[in-house]
């Protein structure tokens, strides 16, 4: 099986300034409440942990949670008559679109929060969404689904590429 050509391909990660802030403010404090009870020999808050699941929290915490957050990433790939999204670490195979399969595609500029509840793999009333961030993606419309949102830092490019995709698509059904 030949390799599939590919048309566009984009990988985001999570960028908004309030949610690092919010991490790493996390981790700092954490951080100064285990270096203040362990080396310093104080106590870290009212009902204070010992010193093993205070180091444990503050591991899995301080270092795991911006870890983890930085390690999401969602990956958007169009080739000839498909589109694939994968939302790493949930999907543990992309989530492929044939594109024959789409109605109408549209780049739109829409309220994350307001239409959808936010970024990440979300279910509104307009239908399912992939964003990690920003204003502006692909809507797909399907002739028997819900509507899928496509987020993207290129909208543009990538709105192109799915119509070149649907395209040549064509060509290899027939």
Do not use: C
């Not at 990433?73 to 679109?97: A, D, N, S």
């Amino acid at each position: 099986m030949e390799e599939q050509r590919i048309l566009f391909r984009e990988k985001q990660r999570f960028t908004q300034f309030w949610l690092w802030a919010l991490l790493l403010g996390l981790a700092a404090i954490l951080l100064a409440g285990f270096v203040y009870q362990v080396l310093l020999g104080g106590t870290f808050g009212n009902r204070p942990l010992s010193d093993v699941p205070l180091s444990i929290m503050v591991a899995l915490i301080s270092f795991g949670l911006p870890f983890f957050f930085y390690w999401i990433t969602l990956t958007t790939e169009v080739m000839p008559g498909m589109l694939q999204v994968r939302f790493r670490p949930f999907h543990l195979k992309p989530v492929r679109i044939p594109l024959h399969t789409v109605r109408d595609i549209e780049k739109v500029t829409y309220n994350p929060i307001g239409e959808y509840g936010g970024w990440g793999i979300r279910w509104g009333t307009k239908g399912k969404a992939y964003s990690t961030s920003g204003r502006e993606g692909v809507l797909l419309r399907f002739y028997n689904q819900q509507s899928v949102l496509i987020g993207s830092q290129h909208a543009k490019e990538l709105f192109q590429a799915i119509e070149q995709a649907k395209a040549l698509g064509k060509g290899i059904a027939e």
